[in-house]
């Protein structure tokens, strides 16, 4: 039986290890050996799964709910610590697990097995209360060395810093299960399989009895998304899709599909294999509850599609003018719980697909672009009544803000014409001349802008690579994640109302830094800062009376008029005239501005200069 103590030790080893090939070799011995003491459990599975830093699989929805409150509510009961001695282990490291080491009492035999924690995580998620919960946890962390409580808690809080992604232990299952000499495992293979099953763990297995060509496609996990590089001009996206030098742009012809970049939420939606139907963000969490129209929608896609994957943007929909709403009325329906038939009527959403990653049994990544799009087209024609296309593009002048509910009061009959799935239109397009002229169009709508995809390129789900481009409006953003929150004065007197917020560092992979770049307090409505405000209070990681610590996991999209050098935050520098655009509870931690793109828009203002 492979021991927890055994996780804990490699997490500790490859916490302090820079060699990604050392780190490997000492994953694949680590997963090698679960396997030999116990062929039959699924022991190196679990192992690939915790050193990944996940403690289920992608592919299962369950979470464990426990956040930085309760655990330190269990530190405190099981060490005795006083609030102050926590606040201060947690300000010696910033983290957690750490923290909890130094305060740990010494246990003097490890015992926690693999299979009795995935015995409790599974337990945490039925769990009625947060008291059962915190009882099950303290129970795991009262049988733990001071080790294994470290990386319990960091694997409970999903957030290891041990600098292994998923793709490192895919390398090391491969490495792991083939044999000198003998049978030869491809990276390529456990890549695939991951990918169709979402179960590092399933797929660890399958390595070990060489059945990962059984793998198998299933709904109902979301696959990664495909992402966009930005470009300033129409001139640098035909030299970036061309690799010819900017200034040759207006000669050089290249063959890639423009669509408008709507300013909505990106979803990919699984449905058509039996009536469920489930949505996802581009976090890969599920938001299909939020989105009751879509839902009864998408229910109706008949079996004969063999089942469908569609990736999209999710929009509130004017059908008066046949246009997006916009993201500040749109946004009013993300991450509601439960909709009011009110929202439903006065924000229909409408799910504007743009490309296809599976039909008829097969997944269709491999495919290029022209094909993917040629049977998405042949997929929204089947589906007839739930879709309309094309959508009509005609270039009005967008109503005027104050219009917009009175004008989406529909009439019953309109009603029924709305059609919830809708084909993005695009065209073909080969110079930058098109391209300026269609991003001319494309704003002219109250669109962000224009993407564009070469036309042969394959889907690389999780990939910012250069097949996909994205030109909008030159407005300098960064997205950014809270570090800190501190109380507002006179009205926002005793709110959490001013924020502090972090790029990523050159480090952030390997110990999660983060480096504060500014401080905001403007743009969000006071709703906003209400709830912001309520979150913050219950997420704070050190209370410094004023100002509040808090755990970086909310993400923020600021925009600011220049970026200015500064001693006054770690990174270096600071944001001249910072508004807060939105939250971004769609991006995912991994995704935010880097201190490179920071440095990148300071040294463009310096030659460029600002006003
Ligand atoms: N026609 C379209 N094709 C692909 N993506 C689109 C389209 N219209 C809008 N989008 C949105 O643009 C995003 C791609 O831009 P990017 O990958 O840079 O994401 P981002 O960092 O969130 O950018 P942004 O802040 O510009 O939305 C997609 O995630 C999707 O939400």
């Not at 300013?263 to 976090?283: F, K, L, P, T």
């Not at 946004?331 to 296809?356: N, S, T």
């Not at 910072?578 to 995912?588: A, F, Q, V, Y």
């Amino acid at each position: 039986m492979a021991l927890f103590a055994d996780v804990a030790s490699l997490a500790e080893y490859l916490s302090g290890e820079p060699s990604r090939l050392k780190k490997r070799a000492a994953i694949a011995a680590a997963l090698r050996s679960a396997h030999s003491a116990a062929p039959a459990s699924n022991d190196a599975g679990l192992l690939a799964l915790y050193i990944a830093g996940t403690p289920f699989a992608e592919s299962d929805p369950r979470k464990l709910n426990a956040g930085g409150a309760l655990l330190s509510s269990a530190i405190k009961a099981i060490t005795g610590a006083t609030d102050a001695a926590l606040t201060t282990a947690y300000r010696r490291h910033g983290d957690m697990g750490a923290a909890a080491f130094d305060l740990w009492p010494l246990q003097a035999t490890v015992t926690l097995t693999l299979s009795e924690v995935a015995t409790t995580f599974a337990a945490m998620p039925f769990a009625k209360t947060t008291a059962v919960r915190g009882e099950l946890v303290q129970r795991l962390l009262r049988r733990s060395s001071p080790l294994e409580a470290k990386y319990l808690l960091k694997l409970m809080l999903g957030d290891m810093r041990i600098g292994v992604k998923q793709s490192l232990v895919e390398e090391a299952i491969a490495a792991a299960a083939s044999v000198e000499d003998g049978t030869q495992v491809l990276v390529k293979a456990v890549r695939h399989a991951v990918m169709l099953e979402a179960d590092l763990s399933r797929a660890t297995a399958m390595a070990f009895s060489g059945t990962l060509d059984q793998a198998m496609m299933r709904l109902f996990h979301p696959l990664g998304f495909m992402l966009a590089s930005p470009v300033e001009s129409p001139e640098e996206a035909v030299a970036r899709f061309s690799s010819k030098p900017i200034d040759e742009a207006e000669e050089v012809r290249v063959e890639a599909f423009l669509e408008d970049k709507y300013d909505g939420m990106r979803a990919q939606i699984h449905c058509g294999e039996s009536s469920r139907v489930a949505m996802y963000s581009r976090n890969k969490e599920e938001i299909t509850e939020s989105f009751p129209d879509l839902l009864e929608a998408f229910a109706s896609v008949p079996a004969s599609t063999g089942g469908l994957i569609l990736d999209g943007e999710i929009l509130g929909w004017d059908f008066a003018t046949g246009r997006a709403l916009p993201f500040a009325v749109m946004g009013q329906r993300i991450g509601r719980k439960r909709v009011q038939a009110e929202l439903l009527r006065k924000i229909p959403a409408v799910f504007m697909v743009f490309d296809l990653l599976y039909s008829a049994g097969e997944l269709q990544l491999d495919k290029p672009l022209k094909a993917r799009r040629n049977a998405l087209e042949a997929i929204v024609e089947q589906l007839g009544t739930l879709a309309t296309s094309p959508i009509p593009i005609e270039d009005r002048t967008p109503p005027a803000q104050a219009d917009l509910f009175s004008q989406l009061e529909p009439t019953a009959a309109e009603e029924e014409k709305f059609a919830r799935l809708m084909l993005s239109p695009s065209r073909l397009v080969e110079s930058a001349e098109e391209i300026d002229r269609a991003y001319a169009a494309a704003r002219a709508r109250a669109n962000e802008g224009v993407m564009l995809k070469a036309a042969n390129s394959h889907y690389q789900p999780g990939r910012r690579g250069l097949a996909w481009i994205k030109l909008k409006r030159e407005l300098a953003t960064l997205d950014v994640v809270i570090t800190g929150a501190e109380f507002g004065h006179g009205r926002r007197a005793g709110i959490l109302s001013d924020y502090t917020f972090a790029v990523c560092g050159p480090a952030f992979h390997q110990t999660g830094e983060l480096l504060n770049v500014g401080k905001a307090y403007s743009g969000l409505t006071d709703a906003e800062i209400a709830e912001l405000s309520a979150w913050a209070m219950a997420h704070t990681l050190e209370d410094q009376g004023h100002f509040r610590t808090v755990e970086p996991i909310r993400i923020l999209e600021v925009a600011f008029n220049n970026i200015m050098r500064s001693e006054r935050h770690a990174s270096g520098f600071a944001m001249r005239f910072p508004r807060i655009l939105r939250i971004r509870d769609d991006k995912p931690l991994e995704e935010i501005d880097t201190l490179d793109r920071v440095e990148e828009i300071y040294q463009s203002q310096v030659d460029k200069p600002v006003e």
